[in-house]
C-alpha cells in the first residue's frame, strides 16, 4: 500500500515554507506545488502551500 | 482564468467506414442536405465530385444555385447564411473527406485555471479547470492546518535525510501510520504519531 500524497498545509509561516515543501517533494508523486498567501499574523507571512500531482496549470500533468 | 484559447480557420474531417454509414453536419443556419450514392459504382468519379460539390453549394447558398434567379428579381432580398464553406476533396465507397473553410476563426479549446475566492477577495491556489470539469480530484488531498515543527518533529527531520532512513519511514506510516505523507506526519496534527516514530524508529524499541 503505498502512502497517500500530502496534504495541502494551510498557515504556514515564510520561514517554514521551504521545510514544508522539501517534506512534501518526498513523495515523487508530487509534480507541483502551489504556494499562495494566506494572510500575516502579528508581522510574520502565512501561507497556504499546496501539492499537486498533475498540472494545475493544464490539462496533462 | 483562462490563458490560452485554440482557434481554427480551416477543418479538414475525414470519416472512414467499412458499411455503409451517412453523416450530416450544418454550421449557423441549418439548410436542407441532399443525398447521393457515392458508391455507385456505374458512374464517372468527376461527375461524383461535381455533383457533390454542387449539393454543397446549394446547401450553403440563400437559393440553390442553378434556380432561375431572373423570375424572382424584385422579390424579397436574399437572407444572410451565416456560416462556413465546405467542399468535398476526396470519397470513395469507404471513406469521405471535407475540407471546411470558417469566415471566422473557431475556438475549439481552451486551457483555463480555477482560484476558489476566499474571505476578503484573496484568491486561493490555482486547479485545472480541465480536471475540475472531468471531476479528477488535482489537489492531493483536504487541506489541514499547519502546526509548526515540535521536537518530534525536528529529530525526524534530520535523521530523515540520513541514506535508507526515508524508506523505513514509509514503511513504518504503512503499518502503524494509517498511511499518511511524511509532510503531513511532520507538521499535520500528528503529534502522537510523531511521538511513536520516534521511539520505534530512532530511539529504538525498549
Known amino acids: 500500500m503505498a502512502l497517500q500524497p500530502p496534504s495541502p498545509q494551510t498557515n504556514v509561516p515564510r520561514d517554514d515554507a521551504g521545510d514544508v515543501v522539501d517534506a512534501m517533494l518526498l513523495d515523487t508523486r508530487v509534480r507541483w506545488i502551489a504556494i499562495v498567501f494566506n494572510a500575516t499574523v502579528n508581522g510574520v507571512d502565512q501561507f497556504t502551500v499546496t501539492p499537486y500531482i498533475s498540472d494545475p496549470t493544464s490539462s496533462g500533468g | ?206
Open chain 2, 1 to 206: 482564468m483562462i490563458n490560452r484559447v485554440y482557434l481554427v480557420k480551416t477543418v479538414d474531417v475525414s470519416l472512414f467506414s467499412n458499411r455503409a454509414t451517412s453523416a450530416a453536419g450544418s454550421a449557423g443556419v441549418p439548410q436542407p442536405v441532399q443525398l447521393l450514392n457515392i458508391a455507385n459504382a456505374n458512374t464517372d468519379a468527376a461527375k461524383q465530385f461535381e455533383a457533390i460539390n454542387q449539393i454543397l453549394a446549394n446547401a450553403g447558398s440563400p437559393a440553390p444555385a442553378n434556380a432561375a434567379a431572373a423570375g424572382d428579381a424584385g422579390a424579397m432580398p436574399p437572407p444572410v447564411a451565416v456560416g462556413g464553406s465546405v467542399k468535398l476533396a476526396m470519397a470513395t465507397s469507404r471513406s469521405v473527406s471535407f475540407v471546411e473553410t470558417f469566415r471566422r476563426p473557431l475556438v475549439i479549446g481552451y486551457l483555463a485555471s480555477d482560484y476558489a475566492i476566499l474571505k476578503g477577495g484573496m484568491l486561493a491556489a490555482p486547479t485545472s479547470t480541465f480536471n475540475m470539469l472531468e471531476g479528477r480530484a488535482v489537489i492531493t488531498g483536504k487541506a489541514i492546518p499547519y502546526q509548526g515543527c515540535d521536537a518530534d518533529c525536528a529529530r525526524i527531520r534530520p535523521w530523515l535525510k540520513q541514506a535508507g532512513n526515508q524508506a523505513k519511514l514509509e514503511s513504518w506510516l504503512e503499518a502503524k501510520g494509517g498511511a499518511i505523507s511524511i509532510a503531513d506526519l511532520l507538521t499535520g496534527d500528528h503529534a502522537d504519531l510523531r511521538r511513536n516514530a520516534v521511539k520505534d524508529l530512532i530511539e529504538g524499541p525498549n
